[in-house]
C-alpha cells in the first residue's frame, strides 16, 4: 500500500519549510520514527521522522525546494498483510529513479471510474467511509480531502421602496400546463483557493485574486501566482537598458528562513516598542580578575568561562532586583506582563543568520551550571541544531557585540522582551582611580528598552546595577 508524507506543522505555526536533505533515497527500506528528512522552517533546522515501516517509493521534493504545509513529500510502500513492501507499482517506483518514480506515483493516483454493477461508498445509502487523519510524528499532520465550505445564503430581495400596485390580470392562455418563462440565472461567484498567507500577499500587492488562474493542488493559488499577476499589472514602461554589471561584480542571497524571520521580527520590534537606549562605560577590571581565578577552579574545568558568564550572572540578578525590567505588554489586553523568573536569551550570530535561544529558568542556576548552559547553547547554535523550543520564551536578552571588536551600539528589543543589554569589547584604556590616572580594563554597556514599559529611571537603576556588579563582582553575591 502506497502512503503519502505530508509536510506537517511542526507546532510553530509555520506554513511552509525548505527541504534542506534527504537522508534517505527511493528504494531505501525504513523504519517507523526513522528520520528521513532535515527541514528548514522559519525559526530553525527540523528533522522529521516517517510514522511508518516500508520502503522508498518516491521523494516528492527536490532539496532547496519551499513545501507548503500539507504538501505530500515522501511516498512509502508499506507491506499489507501477506504482501512484501514495494509490491506492485509501488515496487515498480521504489526502484526507479525520481523522475521516473513520481510519475509512477502520478500514474497510480489518477482516477479510475468505478467498475459496473459497483457502488461508490456513500452513494445509495452505503455508509460513507470514515475520514481519517495522517498518523504523523510531528506536529498536527493534515486532513486528507479537499476543502469544503458552507453554502453561501442568497440574499433577501431588497423591500419595496412604496405600496405594491394592484395586481392585473394575466392574459388567458391557451394551454397552462405549457407557458414558457424566460429565466435569467444569478450571477455565479466562482471560489477562490488560495491559503491565508497568499491571500495576505494578495492583499498586499492589491491582486484580485479571481482574476490569476492558480498552478497549486486542485487548482490553488500560491504565492508565485500572485507575484506573476503583480508584475504583468504593476510593470512599468520599459527603460533605456543600463549597461550590465561586470560578470560576479553582483550577487543576489536569497532572504529565507532564519534570516526572513528575523528580519520580519526586527522590523515588527523596531516599529512596534518605542525604544530608548543608554550608554555606561564601566572598569571591569575585577571581573577579569575574577574570570581568571574561575577558570582555575575545579568546578569550571570542563567548562568555558568569558566576562560573558559574568556579565549574565549580573542581568539575572539585576533583574530580580527590578522586576518590571523583565516584563513585556500585551497589546491586546492592555496590560504588562511581568515575570517573577528569568530566562535569559544570549543573541547568536550563525551563518543562516541571528538566532536568540535562552536558558531556561536562569536565575535558579549555580554559577557553573550557568557556565554548562551557556556553552551548551553557543555549541548547538553553532551547529545550526537550535530548536523552536530553544528560542521561545525569552525574558531579557545580552548581545555580545565585543566579540567583533565593537564598543556599543544601539540594539533592537527581541520581540515581546522590555529590553536587551549590549556588551561591548573590554580593552584597556586611562582610568582615573583613587584620583589618579591608570590603565584600567574597560567596556561599554548599552541598554535598549521598551518605554512603554521601562521609564529613564527605571533603565537607568538597572543598568548601574549591572555595571556596580561589574566593577566589583562581590556585589553579585550581596545581591543575589
Do not use: C
Not at 394575466?170 to 400546463?177: E, G, I, Q, T
Not at 500572485?226 to 560578470?247: D, G
Not at 535569559?344 to 554548562?372: D, F, M, Q, W
Request: glycine content about 8%; cysteine-free; hydrophobic content about 45%.
Amino acid at each position: 500500500m502506497r502512503r503519502e508524507f505530508k509536510l506537517p506543522d511542526v507546532g510553530e505555526g509555520l506554513t511552509e519549510a525548505e527541504i534542506v536533505r534527504w537522508l534517505v533515497k527511493p528504494g531505501d527500506e525504513v523504519k517507523i520514527k526513522q528520520i528521513v528528512v532535515e527541514i528548514e522552517t522559519a525559526k530553525s533546522i527540523v528533522e522529521l521522522p516517517i510514522p511508518w515501516d516500508g520502503v522508498v517509493a518516491a521523494l516528492m521534493a527536490d532539496e532547496g525546494q519551499t513545501v507548503d504545509v500539507g504538501l505530500p513529500i515522501i511516498a512509502i510502500d508499506t507491506a499489507e498483510p501477506g504482501e512484501p513492501a514495494g509490491g506492485g507499482a509501488a515496487g515498480a517506483a521504489a526502484g526507479a529513479a525520481p523522475g521516473e518514480a513520481i510519475k509512477a506515483l502520478a500514474d497510480d493516483m489518477v482516477p479510475r471510474p468505478p467498475a459496473e454493477g459497483a457502488v461508490e461508498p456513500g452513494a445509495h445509502g452505503s455508509p460513507a467511509p470514515k475520514e481519517e487523519r495522517q498518523a504523523v510524528l510531528v506536529g498536527y499532520g493534515v486532513k486528507t480531502g479537499a476543502t469544503k465550505r458552507r453554502p453561501r445564503k442568497a440574499p433577501a430581495p431588497p423591500a419595496a421602496a412604496a405600496p405594491a400596485a394592484p395586481a392585473i390580470p394575466a392574459a388567458p392562455v391557451a394551454n397552462p400546463s405549457r407557458v414558457e418563462v424566460t429565466a435569467h440565472p444569478a450571477p455565479t461567484r466562482v471560489a477562490v483557493l488560495a491559503k491565508p498567507p497568499v491571500r495576505k500577499l494578495a492583499k498586499d500587492l492589491g491582486v484580485d485574486l479571481a482574476a490569476v488562474t492558480g498552478t497549486g493542488p486542485e487548482g490553488s493559488i500560491t504565492r508565485e501566482d500572485v507575484r506573476a499577476a503583480a508584475e504583468t499589472v504593476t510593470r512599468p514602461e520599459p527603460r533605456p537598458a543600463r549597461a550590465a554589471a561586470p560578470a560576479g561584480a553582483e550577487e543576489r542571497v536569497p532572504v529565507k528562513g532564519v534570516r526572513r524571520m528575523t528580519a520580519q521580527a526586527m522590523v515588527g520590534s523596531a516599529f512596534t516598542a518605542p525604544h530608548v537606549t543608554e550608554f555606561l562605560q564601566v572598569d571591569v577590571t575585577e571581573t577579569m580578575n575574577a574570570v581568571a581565578r574561575l577558570r582555575a577552579m575545579p568546578d569550571f574545568a570542563d567548562v568555558k568561562v568569558s566576562p560573558l558568564l559574568l556579565v549574565a550572572r549580573a542581568v539575572v540578578t539585576a533583574a530580580r532586583r527590578h522586576p518590571m525590567i523583565n516584563s513585556s505588554w500585551d497589546e491586546e489586553a492592555q496590560e504588562i506582563v511581568v515575570k517573577h523568573y528569568v530566562n535569559l536569551g544570549i543573541a547568536a550570530a550563525t551563518p543562516r543568520g541571528l538566532v536568540v535561544p535562552n536558558v531556561k529558568n536562569a536565575h535558579e542556576l549555580s554559577l557553573p551550571e550557568l557556565a554548562r548552559s551557556l556553552g551548551e547553547l553557543a555549541e548547538t547554535a553553532r551547529a545550526g541544531r537550535t530548536q523552536p523550543a530553544e528560542m521561545a520564551g525569552g525574558t531579557i536578552t545580552i548581545t555580545n557585540v565585543g566579540v567583533f571588536g565593537v564598543d556599543a551600539g544601539t540594539p533592537i528589543l527581541n520581540p515581546g522582551e522590555a529590553a536587551i543589554l549590549a556588551f561591548g569589547q573590554v580593552r584597556d584604556m586611562p582610568w582615573v582611580v583613587g584620583g589618579e590616572l591608570a590603565v584600567r580594563k574597560v567596556t561599554t554597556l548599552a541598554l535598549s528598552f521598551d518605554h512603554r514599559i521601562v521609564d529613564g529611571e527605571l533603565g537607568s537603576l538597572f543598568l548601574r546595577d549591572v555595571g556596580a556588579m561589574l566593577e566589583d563582582p562581590l556585589r553579585m553575591l550581596a545581591w543575589s
